[in-house]
């Protein structure tokens, strides 16, 4: 079976601008997570989407959005890039909105110039 | 969400166990432990996780103690490819305010050699 799944696996950007990363989840799953790891830190969680609506969503600015389709795929969006959102942003799919274990896939390394 | 203590890094001989331990002093009755492993610039791998008691997969087991404020991975037979940087996470049960969110700290860089 194949895991979650994410696109691009790397991206450079200038400040100012915007930027979409996408996400699959495991065939089944309904919840999709996304996580952002700046270099030498753990994970720090930014939304989670459940049924095409937000659950949660952790300490992030407004430039920062996301959206879940029917399919349950899921796009991360950030606006008005700084350099500090050069991170990897990870995308985690759980099979529902509730503390089911969450699997990762592989992240999107965003770099800001 | 209850906060875990970690040592900051291990080593480990190849083939010998390791253990790793972690501190959650402040756990709460309905919160289960997770660990994580994360390889140099991949993504999280699910380990396993416990609520109670001891829990043993394919992959390790996992010592809760009675009292539930520390717990033990162990890696029963280390190899190189399990270098990586273990995560101890504290999460809650649905029903609060903390829906799918995973609390990561520092972490325990594991180091295993020849």
């Known amino acids: 079976d194949a895991g979650v799944t994410q696109s691009p696996t790397h991206l450079i950007k200038t400040r100012g601008q915007h930027v979409t990363l996408r996400c699959s989840p495991i065939?089944?799953?309904?919840?999709v997570s996304w996580y952002q790891q700046v270099l030498g830190q753990g994970p720090q969680f930014i939304f989670q989407?459940?049924?095409?609506?937000?659950?949660g969503r952790g300490n992030f600015p407004d430039r920062f959005s996301a959206r879940q389709f029917p399919n349950y795929s899921s796009e991360l969006n950030v606006n008005a890039l700084l350099l500090g959102d050069s991170a990897l942003y990870l995308c985690?799919?759980?099979?529902?909105?509730?503390?089911?274990?969450?699997?990762f896939g592989p992240g999107t390394r965003l770099l800001v110039l | 969400d209850a906060k875990t203590t970690q040592p900051t890094s291990m080593d480990c001989a190849e083939g010998r166990a390791a253990n790793l331990p972690c501190n959650h002093s402040?756990?709460?009755?309905?919160?289960?432990v997770y660990w994580y492993r994360q390889i140099h610039s991949q993504g999280p791998q699910y380990i396993i996780h416990?609520?109670?008691n001891n829990e043993t997969n394919e992959m390790a087991s996992l010592i809760i103690t009675e009292d539930r404020k520390s717990s033990t991975l162990i890696l029963p037979h280390a190899t190189l490819r399990d270098t990586a940087v273990y995560y101890c996470?504290?999460?809650?049960?649905?029903?609060?305010?903390?829906?799918?969110?995973?609390?990561f700290g520092q972490g325990t860089i594991l180091t295993v050699h020849p």
């Open positions: 065939s089944g799953h309904k919840s």
């Open positions: 989407y459940y049924e095409k609506e937000e659950r």
């Open positions: 996470i504290v999460s809650p049960l649905a029903g609060g305010t903390s829906y799918g969110k995973l609390t």
């Open positions: 402040t756990i709460s009755g309905n919160e289960y």
């Open positions: 416990g609520l109670k």
């Open positions: 985690a799919s759980s099979s529902d909105g509730h503390q089911e274990t969450q699997y």
